[in-house]
């Protein structure tokens, strides 16, 4: 199975940065045939597709709410996802969720196209 474990998170300041993590480990694991992405989710509301990229790392999409301020990458020597996050704004917080799938027919930003899921990761924007 695929493991996934989100790093990062904690507070900070509106105007900031902060750089998220994602090791992944697993039995038989070929992290890089796997489509991957951000989600989050804020206190009372569904889970959002933040950012995703595509296997090969050269395609990436991400949500408008974060488009030019969010990058998403990815190091295939250390297994890891990265989402690098630019000047922050309050309604950025949430927890960020990690997420591994095989490329399917389901939208990027669907919950559907992932089978794998870290645990999150908090962060606060004030």
């Known amino acids: 199975d695929v493991q996934l474990v989100e790093s990062g998170g904690g507070s900070v300041q509106a105007g900031g940065s902060l750089r998220l993590s994602c090791v992944a480990s697993?039995?038989?694991?070929?992290?890089?045939?796997?489509?991957m992405a951000w989600f989050r989710q804020a206190p009372g509301k569904g889970r959002e597709g933040v950012a995703t990229?595509?296997?090969?790392?050269?395609?990436?999409y991400y949500a408008s709410s974060v488009e030019g301020r969010f990058t998403i990458s990815q190091d295939y020597a250390k297994n890891t996802l990265y989402l690098q996050m630019n000047n922050l704004k309050p309604e950025d917080t949430a927890m960020y969720y990690c997420?591994?799938?095989?490329?399917?027919?389901?939208?990027?930003?669907?919950?559907?196209?992932?089978?794998?899921w870290g645990q999150g990761t908090q962060f606060t924007v004030s």
């Open positions: 990229i595509w296997p090969g790392g050269r395609i990436t």
């Open positions: 997420a591994a799938g095989l490329p399917s027919g389901a939208a990027w930003w669907s919950t559907n196209r992932y089978r794998y």
């Open positions: 697993g039995y038989a694991y070929d992290y890089s045939n796997y489509c």
